[in-house]
């Protein structure tokens, strides 16, 4: 299941975009969270529309007069699914690559690939990017409602590790209850999870399985393929078993039905010939249960997508997780501002009065985590220190957004401290007060006055940037929201109360800042008047 | 009999620079200053802009430090420095320095965030360590010193320019300084307000205060000078009589 592979491509992507978002380091991510949301309300309304407009247009006709059948992916899954060749960079393999060709060809036009972000891969199809998405995408429930699906052409395992030293781990999912399980979100192992184990949910496959090593899990269950090649390799762990099967087959847009009749005997064509066998077995994937795949039934076919339930309706239950959510994004930004504000006034003070060493190291402060985005800090704090210092998820996420804050509050300080005329701090030194009552009596409690509307601008920065902690971990809001989103299937409903809660939290705020910034702008007039 | 006469002499001198040389980035802004201010008398700098007034002035409070020379204040003698960050004794020297020579600046450099009144308690308080109430009394008797009795609650910004000069005379008075240093003190206001300041600086005079006053305005040299100090590119070029001198 690439899912997982997928979902941790575009946390790096996002993070390079942060890299490349100029002041952004910290002021900027939310934007790729935005960005993800809007993308959905913007899906959700074309597929409103597309509904209720044109009666479907025969697909294979189109595809047979293009010649080229589109197929959706994203390479930087990696291995085994699709991706760069090493010995020649911009040439595609992967045994998913060898399957298109080999449908393409049994339709009798060139497979084309089409690179998309593998957690928009569904709404891309939707809205008419590429004719199929073949890229490890597991048939499960919630994606039943949405796509029409193949027979599969890969059976993978769900399988449960633990470390080596507990042999005590069944497996078993009631074993599970009440253990921290490591899985990624909104996938087959983490709709299995839900209401029995405390899953911890991860945006990377290395993540899981690290944290497992250090304890901070007490389980992971992945696919089969993804534990073998991140899981198995690490000594102190073993396999405790596989908990359930599961697909992957190609996805066609439910109007499409010639389509994905004709990849299904494409699909039936190459899996009897072997050729199918051939390609897993030459790229190390092939065993007993594929057998399978090559007599695959209508009854087999019925039994894998099952009979998907409605989508449960947004409801109160979800506004409670919602809430709850929402008081983890702020008990995380308080709790940070509150480490930022501090740190920040010592930096600032260290920066402007303390010796050259000491001025020195508080600038490379700054300019170390104003430069690199805080997306790496939060992973380096977490995962990186985890060998010697095993924080939690919380701790790691409350100290990470606040000393990365810090460097910005430090500079709102300094600019509050270099706004007081130099004319007083002059008069508190002639009036004999040393430097440091100067400050204390002085500069400090009108530089703090004037800082007090950017902190509070910052804090709703910090309120919208404290999304990021999802990637160790901490479920807030928006990790909330977007989990409910696949849930429910939409993201329209999710995405609006995902909003309005941000907008409830940071608009009163934004008020009071600005009253602030009047209040002291009269102030400063009414100064420069005398 | 000379050795009562120097003694004499060094108590009539409250300041006294010597041979005081200093450059902002090579370019040469006081070039060998020697003059002797006296005890309980009103002496004021005056001469062009850029003639070196206000940065002598500074050295004496030991806000600007100097290249070569020495400034004695009340006994306390200053050295050149050419460091950034005096030395712990040196920041001893220099806050005693302080507290001997009050400032009183253009801007007046009144606290912001403090009252009138609390502008004039602040350092008593804090760097005398007097208690809250006589250090309040004191103010206000100050204050009612220097015509502002019924300001006292003001803040900075609600005052005038004269009213906010007037603050900053007695909270520089509050100290019990034993010369008051006034850099340019009238020139932020207008006519009237003018007036309300040199009132307070000659009934200070009168009371046998020892000032020293930059200034450019010959009307405030006449009414309250006894002796004027005439710098022109960081060179005594004249001293004497304010009459003779202007």
């Known amino acids: ?530 | 009999m000379s050795t009562t006469d120097e003694i004499a002499s060094q108590l009539a001198d409250m300041i006294v620079v010597e041979n005081v040389r200093k450059a902002f980035d090579g370019r040469s802004v006081l070039d060998g200053v020697n003059i002797r201010f006296t005890r309980g008398k009103v002496s004021s700098l005056v001469g062009p802009s850029g003639g070196g007034k206000s940065t002598l002035l500074r050295c004496i409070n030991g806000l600007e430090r100097f290249d070569a020379g020495r400034i004695e204040v009340g006994g306390l003698s200053l050295g050149p420095s050419k460091r950034a960050r005096p030395s712990r004794a040196e920041r001893a020297t220099l806050r005693a320095i302080r507290l001997k020579a009050g400032m009183v600046f253009q801007q007046y450099g009144l606290f912001s965030h403090m009252t009138a009144v609390e502008n004039v308690m602040e350092a008593p308080v804090h760097v005398r360590g007097v208690g809250l109430a006589d250090a309040r009394q004191r103010a206000l008797h100050l204050l009612e010193q220097v015509g502002l009795s019924h300001r006292r609650d003001a803040f900075p910004r609600e005052l005038s320019g004269g009213e906010q000069q007037r603050v900053a005379i007695a909270r520089a008075l509050a100290m019990d300084p034993e010369a008051l240093l006034l850099d340019e003190p009238t020139s932020a206001l207008d006519p009237d307000r003018k007036a309300e300041v040199v009132r307070v600086l000659r009934n200070l005079a009168k009371g046998g205060a020892t000032m020293i006053i930059v200034t450019h305005e010959a009307a405030v040299v006449r009414e309250i000078a006894d002796h004027a100090v005439c710098l022109r590119d960081g060179r005594v070029v004249s001293e004497g009589k304010p009459s003779e001198v202007l």
């Open chain 1, 1 to 530: 299941m690439p899912t997982i592979v997928r979902v941790h491509a575009i946390s790096r992507r996002e993070a390079s975009l942060r890299l490349t978002s100029g002041r952004g380091a910290s002021k900027i991510p939310h934007v790729a969270r935005l960005r993800a949301i809007l993308f959905g309300l913007v899906t959700a309304l074309t597929v409103l529309l597309a509904c209720g407009g044109t009666a479907p247009a025969p697909a294979l006709g189109r595809i047979r007069a293009a010649g080229v059948l589109r197929w959706g992916g994203d390479i930087q899954g990696g291995e085994p699914y699709v991706y760069d060749d090493p010995a020649r960079p911009g040439h595609l393999v992967g045994f998913e690559v060898e399957i298109a060709e080999a449908i393409a060809r049994e339709l009798g036009v060139r497979a084309e690939f089409v690179q998309n972000d593998w957690s928009h891969l569904v709404p891309s199809l939707e809205r008419g990017t590429f004719d199929v998405i073949l890229n490890g995408l597991e048939v499960t429930e919630s994606r039943v409602g949405r796509v029409r699906f193949t027979r599969p052409y890969y059976a993978f395992a769900e399988r449960l590790m633990a470390r080596a030293d507990e042999p005590a781990m069944k497996p078993e999912l009631l074993a599970l209850k009440g253990r921290k399980v490591g899985t990624l979100a909104n996938s087959l192992a983490f709709e299995m999870l839900r209401g029995t184990a405390d899953t911890v949910v991860y945006d990377g496959v290395e993540e899981p399985y690290a944290d497992l090593v250090s304890g901070r899990t007490d389980a992971v269950l992945l696919d089969d393929i993804i534990a073998a090649r991140y899981g198995a390799p690490k000594p102190e762990l073993r396999v405790v078993g596989d908990l359930r099967e599961g697909y992957y087959a190609v996805a066609v847009r439910p109007s499409e039905s010639d389509l994905a009749e004709s990849v299904d005997s494409a699909l039936a064509k190459i899996a009897a010939s072997g050729e199918l066998q051939l390609i897993l077995d030459k790229n190390h994937l092939w065993n007993e249960r594929q057998g399978k795949l090559a007599s695959w039934s209508t009854a087999q076919q019925r039994a894998m997508l099952g009979t998907p339930p409605p989508p449960p309706p947004l409801g109160p239950a979800h506004a409670l997780l919602f809430l709850q959510g929402a008081g983890i994004t702020l008990l995380v930004s308080t709790l940070a501002m509150s480490l930022a504000i501090p740190l920040g006034l010592l930096l600032s003070l260290a920066r402007l009065y303390g010796g050259a060493a000491v001025a020195r190291l508080a600038s490379a402060y700054v300019e170390i985590y104003r430069g690199t985005p805080v997306l790496l800090q939060l992973y380096l704090l977490y995962y990186g220190l985890a060998p010697v210092l095993k924080l939690s998820a919380l701790a790691a996420a409350v100290i990470g957004l606040g000393m990365n804050y810090a460097a910005y509050e430090a500079e709102v300080y300094r600019a509050g401290i270099q706004a007081v005329p130099k004319a007083q701090l002059e008069s508190a030194l002639a009036l004999g007060m040393t430097t440091r009552l100067s400050l204390r009596r002085v500069v400090l409690p009108q530089a703090l006055r004037h800082a007090i509307p950017n902190v509070t601008n910052d804090f709703i920065a910090l309120l919208k940037d404290s999304s990021l902690v999802s990637v160790i971990t901490v479920v807030e809001l928006t990790k909330q929201m977007t989990i409910t989103a696949i849930d429910v299937r939409t993201w329209m409903g999710p995405g609006l109360l995902c909003a309005s809660l941000y907008f409830a939290m940071s608009y009163p705020l934004g008020r009071i800042a600005r009253r602030l910034e009047r209040k002291l702008e009269g102030e400063r007039e009414a100064e420069e008047a005398t």
